[in-house]
């Protein structure tokens, strides 16, 4: 009989110590996972941008821009730019422009059209000869000095009469010149009119 109440009791102990064993390591295996799944209060995220930062362009003044002068002339010239005197004093002529066109018949633009300005200035001591021939008006190169004519009688206004103006009027006329492309300037030669030097040409 005691014999048997020991073997039950070395059972017992022997049961009771293998579930102390199993509760130890179930305690045990609890702690390391709590201990795993415990994330610092302090430490900051770090934020990985969906993209890499496109550095500052730097920004600059506009570079100047640097226009060339041009050399066209207007088609008119300022007011009192080219007067010469008449008959002596009987007249002024002013010019009013001198500007390349197209020959109509060979469509080249070897033609200047000049337009003058004739007014009478002596109240006067003008005779009836005193008519300034404006289709006889000449040119020349200031450059190479050749010379220049007109183109036809029919391509101006003719004849300007002083006698037929009043004094201190005045009448416009003009004259085409068959004047090479390539002059750019020219000397203006009216009848019974001072000369006109280094004339531009407009375009």
């Not at 579930?19 to 609890?30: M, N």
Request: aromatic content about 6%; overall charge neutral; some cysteine.
């Amino acid at each position: 009989m005691n014999t048997f109440l020991s073997g039950v009791a070395v059972l017992l102990s022997t049961l009771a110590l293998m579930c102390s064993g199993y509760t130890a390591y179930q305690v045990f295996t609890l702690q390391q996972t709590l201990n795993s799944s415990k994330i610092p209060t302090n430490i900051t995220p770090i934020l990985i941008p969906s993209s890499p930062p496109t550095p500052e362009t730097p920004t600059t003044a506009p570079s100047p821009v640097t226009t060339p002068p041009t050399t066209a002339t207007t088609s008119t010239f300022t007011p009192g730019q080219f007067v010469q005197p008449a008959f002596g004093n009987k007249a002024k002529v002013e010019l009013l422009s001198l500007k390349r066109i197209k020959d109509p018949g060979t469509g080249n633009r070897d033609v200047v059209n000049l337009r003058v300005r004739v007014r009478r200035v002596a109240a006067d001591e003008v005779a009836d000869s005193d008519i300034i021939s404006i289709g006889s008006t000449t040119s020349r190169n200031p450059d190479t000095s050749e010379t220049y004519k007109a183109v036809a009688l029919e391509r101006s206004t003719g004849s300007v009469s002083l006698f037929q103006l009043r004094a201190n009027s005045s009448a416009d006329a003009y004259v085409w010149l068959r004047v090479p492309e390539a002059v750019n300037n020219l000397d203006i030669f009216v009848p019974d009119t001072a000369a006109f030097q280094n004339v531009p040409i407009s375009n």
